[in-house]
């Protein structure tokens, strides 16, 4: 059974670091390329950013509002995911979820996502 | 960016409905497209990609159409455990993004 559990979410001050993590198990963590999609309180989902796998050099793509200011990383030994926050805005409020992606026909999508930890930036 | 722009933005229905939701494309996306439900508190989960396909394990009362700038999700007998919100996501091209979602709720 895939499962991604996220943790490190915490109340931090505007300006301040955070580091999530995702441990992923159930499949081949390697394989996979990975992404963290937010969602504020209340509001829709936004895509944060995906890590590749190895194969494709662990290259990372970013959203504009991130991008600068967080870094997404893996350790394939550990079947892990990271999001290192830095930074952060009071916008940055959110669930934050690690998903795997699925490549189907060249394009890779989401097909399971962890429970979500929660950031909150406030002073 | 790609924009995806759902209708409607809340829909009210009863048990045994047939619920249809739109998801139109700021452009072209060929069907890199997927459909996603969430349920309060809850992580979304994965219910259509690439426009039409159901993932595994998905209801069959649930099903996906369209290409290019038009996808439409649609549930054949709306069930309780169906009230939930619904996004589009598209995978073409960087950055991802995803509709603004449609709140389905019982009438």
């Known amino acids: 059974e895939v499962q991604l559990v996220e943790s490190g979410g915490d109340l931090v001050q505007p300006g301040g670091s955070l580091r999530l993590s995702c441990a992923a198990s159930?499949?081949?963590?390697?394989?996979?390329?990975m992404d963290w999609v937010r969602q504020a309180p209340g509001k829709g989902l936004e895509w944060v950013g995906r890590?590749?796998?190895?194969?494709?050099?662990?290259?990372?793509e970013y959203a504009a509002s991130v991008k600068g200011r967080f870094t997404i990383s893996r350790d394939d030994s550990k079947n892990s995911l990271y999001l290192q926050m830095n930074s952060l805005k009071t916008e940055d409020t959110a669930v934050y979820y690690c998903?795997?992606?699925?490549?189907?026909?060249?394009?890779?999508?989401?097909?399971?996502w962890g429970q979500g930890t929660l950031v909150t930036v406030s002073s | 960016d790609i924009q995806l722009t759902q209708s409607p933005s809340f829909l009210s229905a009863s048990v045994g409905d047939r619920v249809t939701i739109t998801c139109r494309a700021s452009?072209?996306?060929?069907?890199?497209l997927a459909w996603n439900q969430q349920k309060p508190g809850k992580a979304p989960k994965l219910l259509i990609y690439a426009a039409s396909t159901l993932q595994s394990g998905v209801p069959s009362r649930f099903s996906g159409s369209g290409s290019g700038t038009e996808f439409t999700l649609t549930i054949s007998s709306l069930q309780p455990e169906d009230f939930a919100t619904y996004y589009c996501q598209q995978f073409n091209s960087y950055p991802l993004t995803f509709g603004g979602g449609t709140k389905v709720e019982i009438k």
């Open positions: 998903a795997r992606s699925l490549n189907r026909s060249g394009r890779n999508f989401f097909d399971y």
């Open positions: 159930g499949f081949t963590f390697s394989d996979h390329y």
């Open positions: 890590i590749r796998n190895k194969a494709n050099s662990y290259t990372t």
């Open positions: 452009q072209g996306i060929s069907s890199y």
